[in-house]
């Protein structure tokens, strides 16, 4: 019978799988944005489970730092347009 570790890492490596999918398809700048920080942290959480706290700990700065970034490449790709409204 398998150790319960292996339940936790194989629900998280799903997780984390399917959020880097949404990420690569998803047409929704923000919402690939929300789903690459669920990604990341959910390898976090696998290095974790893995005993690699160190690795853990600098995924989530490092995809911290990423997530702060695209949140204003996309403000500013969102914001340069101006609307004209007609009379």
């Known amino acids: 019978m398998p150790e319960p570790d292996f339940f936790?890492?194989?629900?998280?490596?799903?997780?984390?799988?399917?959020?880097?999918?949404?990420?690569?398809?998803?047409?929704?700048?923000?919402?690939?944005?929300?789903?690459?920080?669920?990604?990341?942290?959910?390898?976090?959480?696998?290095?974790?489970?893995?005993?690699?706290?160190?690795?853990?700990v600098l995924e989530l700065s490092v995809g911290a730092g990423l997530v702060a970034v695209l949140f204003l490449v996309a403000l500013i790709l969102a914001g340069g347009e101006e609307e004209t409204v007609l009379p």
């Open 8 to 56: 936790l890492v194989s629900v998280i490596g799903v997780v984390t799988v399917a959020m880097a999918l949404v990420v690569i398809l998803q047409q929704n700048l923000i919402r690939a944005i929300l789903a690459f920080a669920v990604s990341s942290v959910g390898l976090a959480a696998l290095f974790f489970v893995l005993s690699s706290p160190y690795a853990a």
